[in-house]
């Protein structure tokens, strides 16, 4: 049966139509959400460097992974060895000690924040060492309800996930693995006053 089909099968049977419920949620509000998301992050195990509009993004990165041998981004400002727009596949990205990426929005009640796709090649979320999120403190939301109405996603590639911390799980013999499916460590730089 082709989908046509059905749908037409199913508005022929459908006899009474009930519009959707006026929801009103009342979700979680914080009297300082700034506050709130850096204790969430740090529950999910996420560092949180704080800095001003005047600091030297690339120096507090360098200086937070100061072993760190190969950076990824194409962050503005920021200086890269590979930037996810000119490689030439995501394979290209393997290797990379610090993969630099800017965050849409935060949220307070759970620390993650929202990176939308801005790259060609967005496995630089997943397949760096390290992850480094800049996200303005002023874009920083109570709860999910509120992000979700604030997302915007770019035209281009329309794809974008909320990240919350290095990558974990203790599914193989409840041992604890930092790192299983992405980023081992994360650090949210906050820029603003």
């Known amino acids: 049966m082709k989908k046509e089909e059905l749908f037409a099968k199913l508005r022929k049977n459908t006899h009474v139509q009930f519009d959707m419920p006026d929801m009103k949620i009342d ?4 009297a300082d959400p700034v506050k709130q998301f850096i204790e969430e992050s740090g529950r999910e195990g996420t560092k949180i460097v704080e800095a001003t509009a005047a600091d030297d993004l690339n120096a507090l990165i360098r200086k937070a992974y100061p072993d760190a041998k ?19 596949e995501a394979q290209d990205l393997n290797g990379t000690d610090v993969g630099i990426v800017r965050g849409q929005l935060g949220v307070a009640e ?6 939308p796709q801005t790259m060609k090649e967005k496995a630089v979320c997943f397949i760096s060492e390290y992850l480094v999120i800049l996200l303005d403190r002023k874009r920083i939301v109570n709860n999910m309800h509120e992000a979700y ?6 035209p281009e590639y329309n794809f974008g996930t909320f990240i919350s911390g290095p990558s974990k799980t203790a599914d ?5 693995v930092m790192g299983a499916q992405a ?3 994360c650090t949210v730089i906050l820029i603003g006053a």
């Open 27 to 30: 979700a979680l509000t914080y």
């Open 70 to 88: 190969v950076f990824a981004s194409n962050v503005e400002g920021i200086t890269a060895d590979r930037n996810p727009d000119t490689v030439a």
């Open 110 to 115: 759970n620390g993650c924040v929202w990176i």
């Open 149 to 154: 109405a604030r997302i915007t996603m770019d």
């Open 172 to 176: 193989i013999e409840q041992a604890l």
């Open 183 to 185: 980023a081992r460590g």
